[in-house]
């Protein structure tokens, strides 16, 4: 079965504390990993697409790569508005639907 | 501007009476979807329009229904809520199927009575 787990559920850092998060998939055939900003009461918002190992790819603070079996979004000296829920997500073999994960929390203290 | 336009953003209806959640597009996009989340889990796919092909998801209840009428708006028909489907309703859109990245709206928040 198609599966994307994200980890960890939830992580607080300082401003300026760099981490990451985690989003392994078993998906047959992936033709898309997508990772999502979400802010409470919002609709997920777009933010990376990567589809081949070893891709990278970055907007500001953030960059998200891809292996065969993982995506890590990075996240550089990170500030106060950074805090949200990031979503990760990979297309089904049929390319007809989005599998996303649970997501992870992110609260960023100044 | 918004791409996605969903009406209304928060919906309170009474178990067991129909509601219908609204959903335009301002691109012309081909590709319609709804999704389901409820709190603190992962956005669940309802079901999707390819231009007017619609298609079902195997475990979407039959209480949920959807129409598009044309290319800019969809919506999504709730026949008898019930408390579990107490829930945010996103509706996003994608120029084609497959590895095209999907546009979301901010969605509406139903509560059941």
């Known amino acids: 079965e198609d599966q994307v787990t994200q980890s960890p559920e939830a992580l607080r850092l300082q401003e300026g504390e760099s981490s990451s998060l985690n989003c392994s998939y078993t998906v047959s055939g992936l033709r898309g990993l997508f990772w999502y900003r979400q802010d409470p009461g919002k609709g997920p918002e777009f933010l990376f697409t990567l589809y081949s190992a070893g891709e990278e790819k970055e907007k500001e603070r953030l960059k998200a790569t891809l292996t065969k079996k993982e995506s890590f979004l990075h996240i550089t000296a990170p500030k106060p508005e950074d805090s949200a829920t990031y979503l990760c997500?990979?297309?089904?073999?049929?390319?007809?639907?989005?599998?996303f994960g649970k997501g992870t929390t992110l609260s960023v203290s100044s | 501007d918004a791409m996605v336009i969903q009406n209304p953003r928060y919906q309170v209806t009474q178990f067991g009476k129909p509601v219908t959640l609204s959903c335009s597009q301002t691109?012309?996009?081909?590709?319609m979807y709804w999704y389901q989340q409820k709190s603190s889990q992962a956005p669940k796919l309802l079901f999707h329009?390819?231009?007017?092909?619609?298609?079902n998801e195997a475990d979407t209840p039959d209480n949920f229904q959807s129409r598009r009428p044309n290319t800019s708006f969809c919506f999504l028909d709730i026949r008898s809520p019930g408390l579990g489907d107490a829930a945010m309703y996103l509706c996003?859109?994608?120029?084609?199927?497959?590895?095209?990245?999907?546009?979301f709206g901010d969605g509406t928040r139903l509560s059941i009575l």
């Open positions: 329009y390819y231009d007017k092909d619609f298609n």
């Open positions: 996003a859109i994608s120029p084609d199927r497959g590895n095209q990245p999907q546009h």
């Open positions: 997500a990979a297309f089904n073999q049929a390319g007809t639907a989005l599998i």
């Open positions: 691109l012309n996009h081909n590709v």
